[in-house]
């Protein structure tokens, strides 16, 4: 027999050793990890077939609990074959990108990929695959290879890959290729090998169809020997410009024969990309306490002028985005005029150059935007693009408002709340938490991901205040940078900031179309009675102006916050008594507020943040 005593000790340690039991058995699971791809590459140009052969040594870690059993790579250049993904969807998307396609006079759409002939299409053959210099079984299917590994992959343990590929540059079509509209000759990217994402949902093997990326962090060592009257535009620092020459402020290579070799390194980023062509000019500025930035672009005297004054003021915006959203990390960013449009790799971009000084400097904000949003935080676009190409509107937004000197309204963008509302009303809106490929329209994922992602984060200074928001930015890069962070991610930083529970707003405004449409529907007896007139619970700032010409702020939190924001001092809300009401519960879809004096004006939001699809019944005048 075990006195009381014997007995609760026992029953104490049994639980302690239960406790310790799950801890090691599920609590690696609990912890943060991610992967990790180190490149080594050597690559040689064949510039007269637009060619190339490729050799890498990628080192890879598995950091995750799992054994890995076999291993991904991207081999996006595959997509540019006429039956490919990318050629189907753009046959029957209903509206295509009009760069990938062609219109015949009847109207009839025809997809470019379909028509490629041999040597335009794009490829990458691989030759070789080893690991640890054992030879791979592999299997390539689209865009994807799939290679069954010699030995497991336990957990904590890394193997060196070895690649030996050939590809096929394909005619310029998205983002990358040859032989751009402007004449340069070569944008190079998603011209490797890539190796797939691996995190805690699993492998992420999106087909290439044109859109979005995700990949683990590395260092980039790539040696590109190409012809010596080429210029290259990259990722990452060159680490040999006195044997290329050429490349510095305004210098041109002159046409000699043979190769040169350029040696680029790059650290902590997810992918890299370069252009070349025996035309371009490089200038350099340097930010005090910041990054070199190079400016390469075509030898073309109708842009040069846009180019040169464009060069301050990017200088300024990469400052205004290191004290607002976090410093930025990397000792380079190159722009460089490529590609089809503006896309972002790790620090540099390739822009299209032939522009307007205003559409140039947007641009160019845009995608070193991207440097945080994306690359720096390496945001899952293929499922979150919205995260990462709203953030980073907003943020570009906010910045050319401060540094052209343009007045900042508390909504610093109705331009996209007005699209976002255009897409609400249209009926082919789709939730924001679809996979970003799989859009029903090109439209509704272009609104969805730019002009709606906006709209979650300046609602968002909405409902925590805009103090909050700014800290929440700052805190996210504290927590987050050189990781993967979800919207679960970013949310949670808001909440830890502002003390507010959030977890509603995102549900409702990502995982389903509902909108927000609250009324005042009248005043009667001194009681100003609200309604909501959707499902979709909001907290409320009401102004009221009285007959006497004071006005009133009545903050109104709706039940779910559990807390309520910091007043705020807005123009309108000046000489504006604050009081805090009662919470609105989502059940009840009508609230009334007692006032004391005759009421002349009441509106529902002021500042229009809230992303009120009616605003026309959002304010009362007797």
Do not use: C
């Amino acid at each position: 027999m075990f006195t009381p005593n014997e007995i609760i000790m026992k029953k104490t340690l049994l639980f302690l050793i239960f406790q310790l039991f799950f801890l090691t058995a599920f609590g690696q699971n609990l912890e943060y990890w991610q992967q990790r791809a180190d490149y080594e590459m050597e690559i040689d140009v064949d510039d007269s077939k637009f060619q190339y052969d490729g050799k890498m040594k990628l080192t890879y870690a598995n950091h995750s609990p799992d054994e890995l059993k076999k291993v991904y790579f991207h081999l996006y250049y595959n997509a540019f074959q006429p039956g490919s993904a990318m050629d189907h969807r753009l046959r029957n998307i209903k509206d295509p990108d009009s760069r990938m396609v062609l219109k015949d006079e009847s109207g009839k759409i025809q997809s470019r990929i379909e028509i490629l002939s041999e040597e335009n299409i794009g490829f990458q053959k691989i030759n070789s695959i080893k690991q640890n210099r054992k030879s791979l079984n592999y299997k390539i299917s689209g865009t994807i290879m799939e290679v069954s590994l010699a030995e497991g992959l336990k957990p904590g343990q890394k193997a060196v890959f070895e690649l030996d590929w050939k590809a096929q540059v394909p005619e310029i079509i998205r983002r990358g290729g040859k032989n751009t509209k402007e004449g340069v000759d070569f944008s190079m990217t998603q011209w490797y090998p890539k190796m797939a994402h691996y995190d805690r949902f699993g492998w992420h093997l999106d087909e290439y169809i044109g859109r979005e990326f995700v990949a683990p962090f590395g260092n980039f060592d790539v040696k590109i020997n190409i012809q010596k009257d080429y210029i290259i535009g990259a990722s990452g620092k060159l680490q040999n410009p006195n044997e290329v020459k050429g490349y510095v402020a305004g210098a041109k290579v002159k046409a000699t024969k043979g190769k040169a070799t350029w040696h680029f390194i790059a650290e902590n980023i997810h992918d890299f990309a370069w252009a070349a062509d025996k035309e371009f000019l490089v200038n350099k500025q340097r930010i005090a306490n910041g990054p070199e930035v190079y400016f390469v672009r075509m030898n073309d005297d109708s842009i040069a002028e846009n180019w040169k004054k464009a060069e301050i003021p990017t200088l300024k915006f990469i400052e205004y985005m290191s004290k607002h959203f976090g410093k930025y990390p990397w000792s380079t960013y190159t722009i460089v005029q490529g590609g089809d449009g503006g896309m972002e790799y790790g620090t540099v971009t390739l822009i299209t150059g032939k522009r307007s000084f205003e559409s140039l400097v947007g641009v160019i904000y845009h995608e070193i935007a991207h440097s945080w949003f994306q690359h720096m935080f390496a945001i899952n676009e293929t499922v979150d693009e919205w995260m990462d190409e709203g953030f980073t509107s907003y943020a570009e937004n906010l910045a050319y408002l401060e540094i052209f000197n343009q007045k900042r309204e508390p909504n610093p963008n109705m331009a996209a709340y007005e699209s976002y509302f255009n897409l609400a009303k249209s009926g082919v809106e789709e939730p924001m938490s679809l996979l970003a490929d799989y859009y029903n329209y090109n439209y509704a994922y272009g609104v969805q991901a730019y002009n709606k992602g906006q709209v979650y984060v300046i609602q968002l200074g909405y409902i925590i205040g805009e103090e909050n928001l700014k800290n929440t930015f700052l805190k996210f890069y504290e927590e987050w940078k050189f990781k993967h962070p979800t919207p679960e991610d970013f949310r949670r930083t808001a909440e830890k900031v502002s003390g507010l529970n959030l977890k509603w707003y995102e549900n409702l405004f990502v995982n389903t179309t509902r909108v927000v449409d609250y009324s005042v529907q009248g005043v009667v007896n001194n009681e100003i009675q609200l309604k909501n007139l959707s499902n979709f619970p909001m907290p409320i700032d009401l102004l009221v102006e009285y007959a006497d010409g004071t006005k009133e702020l009545f903050y109104i939190p709706n039940l779910e916050l559990r807390g309520e924001k910091p007043a705020e001092d807005f123009e309108w809300y000046k000489d504006a008594k604050r009081t805090v009401l009662e919470p609105w519960k989502w059940s009840a879809p009508e609230y009334s507020v007692k006032v004391s004096k005759e009421v002349k004006k009441v509106i529902i939001d002021p500042t229009l943040r809230l992303a009120d699809i009616d605003y026309s019944n959002n304010i009362y005048n007797k």
